[in-house]
Structures are given as structure tokens and as C-alpha cells.
């Protein structure tokens, strides 16, 4: 039996900082601005520019864990793009 091939991930933007949180926030603020006005928003590292145009419809995941004195918050949204983003099952 053959397996199908699996998408090679790619890795567009992979970034991390310290912000406080009124950074943070901000940061926030103007990704959701722009995802409401045009929905995409652009992120900038020097002078590469990656544009992020989610479909329509996302899957979001929030996360909050805890380990030790180390607390982390995670919200995570992904789409499909092309003939995946209506699959839907169904009952022939």
C-alpha cells in the first residue's frame, strides 16, 4: 500500500522577542485592525515583508499551561487554502 506524500513544512516567519505587555497588546490590536479592515496583515523583519491572508473560516486554539514558575498562553489559528477549505464529510 502506498502512503501518501505529506506537504514538506515550510517555515515562513520564525520569530521571537521580549515585549512587555503593553507591547504585546498593541501587537495584538493592530493584527486584529487589519485582519477586520482587509483581512490579511503584513509582517515585517527588516526588510522581508511575509503577507498572512487567512481564508474566510480558521480553526483557533487557545492554550494556557503551566510549569513551575513558567506560564504560557498560546492562540493558534490555522486555515486551508484551495480545494481543502470546503472538505466536509459525508455518508454515501
Do not use: C
Not at 505587555?21 to 509582517?43: D, H, N, P, Q, R
Not at 480558521?58 to 513558567?70: A, C, N, P, W
Amino acid at each position: 500500500m502506498l502512503k501518501p506524500n505529506k506537504p514538506v513544512t515550510e517555515v515562513l516567519i520564525k520569530h521571537k522577542e521580549h515585549q512587555n505587555v503593553v507591547e504585546f497588546a498593541t501587537m495584538l490590536e493592530a493584527i486584529a485592525k487589519k485582519l477586520k479592515e482587509s483581512g490579511a496583515f503584513t509582517f515585517v523583519q527588516g526588510t522581508e515583508q511575509t503577507i498572512v491572508h487567512p481564508s474566510e473560516q480558521l480553526k483557533i486554539e487557545y492554550s494556557y499551561t503551566k510549569k513551575g514558575d513558567k506560564h504560557s498562553f498560546e492562540i493558534e489559528f490555522d486555515w486551508y487554502t484551495g480545494e481543502q477549505t470546503r472538505k466536509k464529510m459525508m455518508i454515501e
